[in-house]
């Protein structure tokens, strides 16, 4: 029997829901050890609110928010996010993972009981509660296993209350986004980012009063966290929760919630695989992928030095034009940043350096380009790519041995 166009969408969005919030453990493991909770997971909000709404103007698909829209994703803000990221993050601080695993893993039974005696949800059917008590005895054992791993091994009385209370606050969000469907001009998308960037403004101002930013830790700041952070920007923060109000829209809630299923053992996987498996994997193949990315990066710059063909060239320098050129023009340096990973540079003084050389000479080449126009052009390019060339082999030839 063929699977409908409907039920594809439904388990894409499943599967991306999945491995976007399983993988947030990751980042929290990582991102942690530089800031608070609630620093972390505000600036991941409102990182990834920006982001989703840059998006969205760049393909024509923004309008302006109304006062009622602002409002909206103020208060549902408090729920979805302040209560139910920040106050879990909280939390995770004094609790074990497995006791913090058993609690969230309450939110379908507590969810599917409250959304059928308050909100009109149904009567839950017996295969559900099946399903769902399955499903508990199975995070049952699996916290059971994981007891004595990865980190907090006592779990203190406040520590589970502010996990509680996070997985209450995604109840009463999820219900009442169900129960009283706010009706507005914007797209599920576009009311998305408002509510993220909201519910992560909410969260920093808790982490200010807290005294967090008093308390980041730069020194612990290296690329591994840089990558897990640039994650839950995206995923954990745009595409998790774009799906996530989807599969709200479309699919009875007790299938939206089966996330709090399969999330920790994604997270616990990806855990042992990235532990135990990658480091040693990359490691041993680190300056062969140096090697291989400089090379392709270079010979693309000798490749369009030699290049003839007139560029069509644009004077427009709005906003909407220049940022999708910068989007498109950093495409070599995401190639360029994976291979500082693997080099274990400093990220953040890398990227300091790199940004201020980046603004001084762009404004230089404008005022030179100009002048000489294109003469200049491909000697520069051709310049440029056999030097990444030659770092590639340094890189390699460093590893095998044959260079001190």
């Not at 879990?88 to 959304?115: H, N, R, W, Y």
């Not at 209370?165 to 914007?186: D, I």
């Not at 360029?336 to 890398?350: E, S």
């Not at 050389?357 to 126009?373: D, H, R």
Request: charged fraction near 10%; glycine fraction near 10%.
């Amino acid at each position: 029997m063929p699977i409908s166009q409907k039920s594809l969408h439904v388990m894409l969005h499943l599967f991306l829901v999945y491995i976007s919030w399983g993988s947030t453990y990751i980042g929290y493991k990582f991102s942690l050890g530089v800031a608070g909770p609630f620093l972390v997971g505000g600036s991941r909000m409102v990182i990834g609110g920006i982001l989703l709404a840059l998006f969205l103007m760049l393909t024509g698909r923004w309008i302006r928010p109304e006062r009622k829209d602002w409002i909206h994703a103020t208060w549902m803000g408090v729920f979805m996010v302040l209560l139910a990221s920040g106050f879990l993050a909280k939390g995770q601080e004094s609790v074990a993972s497995s006791t913090a695993a058993v609690i969230t893993g309450s939110t379908p039974i507590t969810m599917l009981v409250a959304g059928w005696l308050f909100a009109n949800e149904p009567r839950p059917r017996l295969l559900q509660w099946t399903g769902l008590a399955t499903g508990t005895c199975g995070l049952v054992l699996l916290a059971y296993s994981q007891q004595n791993v990865g980190g907090v091994q006592q779990s203190s009385i406040s520590g589970m209350i502010w996990v509680f209370t996070a997985t209450l606050g995604w109840v009463a969000g999820t219900l009442l986004t169900r129960r009283f469907p706010f009706k507005t001009r914007l797209s599920s998308l576009q009311s998305c980012a408002l509510l993220i960037f909201m519910g992560g403004l909410e969260c920093l101002v808790v982490a200010f009063l807290d005294g967090e930013h008093h308390a980041i830790r730069y020194e612990n700041i290296h690329w591994p966290m840089v990558v897990a952070f640039a994650w839950m920007c995206t995923g954990g923060s745009v595409i998790a929760y774009a799906c996530y109000f989807w599969l709200l829209e479309n699919v009875p809630i007790a299938t939206a919630i089966s996330y709090e299923y399969v999330v920790p053992v994604i997270g616990i996987f990806l855990g042992w695989l990235l532990g135990s498996r990658f480091a040693q994997y990359i490691t041993r193949y680190d300056h062969w992928i140096a090697f291989v990315l400089l090379g392709i990066i270079g010979s693309s710059m000798i490749k369009e030095s030699r290049e003839d063909e007139e560029e069509e060239v644009s004077a427009s320098f709005d906003v909407k034009t220049m940022l999708a050129l910068a989007v498109a023009t950093s495409i070599d340096a995401l190639a360029v940043g994976v291979t500082f990973a693997f080099l274990h540079v400093n990220i953040v003084w890398a990227v300091t350096f790199i940004g201020c050389t980046t603004f001084v000479l762009s404004a230089i080449g404008v005022k030179v380009g100009n002048v000489f126009g294109m003469k200049y052009k491909s000697r520069a390019e051709l310049a440029g790519g056999v030097i990444l060339i030659l770092m590639g082999v340094k890189i390699l030839l460093e590893h095998l041995g044959f260079l001190g």
